[in-house]
């Protein structure tokens, strides 16, 4: 895969219904590739057979979710980093998604932010042996997530920097940075190589990306032009039974 794609979340997407039928109608849309959140809560075997049965890919999952803003949690972190890496090679894939924790509210946000950061040199060895690349995510606080550690983009960034690894990057979620600080077109052309992965929604409602105020075509456009060739994974609840429509509609949006 050497161009900007779309991925599809199958936990957000299908929710409640089988692999097989995620899958089937991923690949019915002409999309590459699916995601999913935890990989240790699934049953894989069977996860995989779908995955093969209908040519796709996986193009992220996640981390386990242990805080890194919690200097007392960073073994612990570290040992699911590893964990997630080795299911990332039975997976195939080259992503893994990390939350970084709620907010202390006893601990100065210096504080957590260097914790952050020292989690994240810890790991990024273990993930430089092994090719994966692992993606912190923002996420809203006014909807979504109230009490999350890292809401803006640009603090995302600096921690980037700060770690200084090629394996260390973001994925920057549009639906959440369109809440919390919108400037969307600006803060990804200015920061392409600092993103590994992107996620998409509708907003608001995080529902299908054509209903909302969000120009995703538009934005697509800007991504590819900028010469990222990842994924973005769409990651929304959608409002209509048949998912086909909405998900081949955003396909032919990169072609």
């Known amino acids: 895969m050497n161009r900007f794609s779309p991925s599809v979340c199958i936990d957000a997407v299908f929710e409640g219904r089988t692999f097989q039928e995620a899958c089937r109608t991923v690949r019915e849309a002409g999309i590459p590739a699916i995601e999913f959140w935890g990989w240790w809560d699934k049953d894989l075997d069977a996860l995989q057979e779908a995955q093969h049965n209908n040519g796709l890919a996986i193009s992220a999952c996640c981390t386990q979710f242990i805080s890194l803003v919690n200097p007392a949690d960073r073994s612990a972190y ?22 970084v924790g709620n907010f ?28 994966v690349t692992l993606v912190i995510e923002p996420l809203n606080e006014r909807v979504n997530h109230p009490g999350y550690y890292l809401v803006q983009s640009d603090e995302a960034f600096q921690i980037i920097d700060e770690v200084n690894s090629d394996n260390i990057k973001v994925v920057f979620d549009i639906y959440h940075q369109q809440i919390s600080e919108g400037d969307l077109i600006e803060n990804i052309r200015s920061n392409i190589d600092r993103i590994g992965h992107f996620h998409a929604a509708g907003n608001p409602g995080r529902h299908e990306l054509q209903k909302g105020e969000i120009a995703y075509p538009y934005i697509f456009e800007q991504i590819q032009t900028a010469g990222f060739t990842g994924y973005v994974g769409l990651e929304y609840w959608p409002t209509d039974s048949e998912c086909l429509p909405a998900l081949c509609e955003v396909a032919a949006w990169f072609h």
């Open 78 to 99: 570290i040992d699911g980093v590893a964990a997630s890496i080795d299911a990332a090679k039975r997976l195939g894939t080259k992503i893994l998604i990390s939350q």
């Open 104 to 131: 202390r509210e006893d601990i100065s946000r210096a504080a957590q932010h260097d914790s952050l950061v020292e989690g994240l040199r810890e790991a990024a060895p273990f993930l430089e042996k092994a090719e």
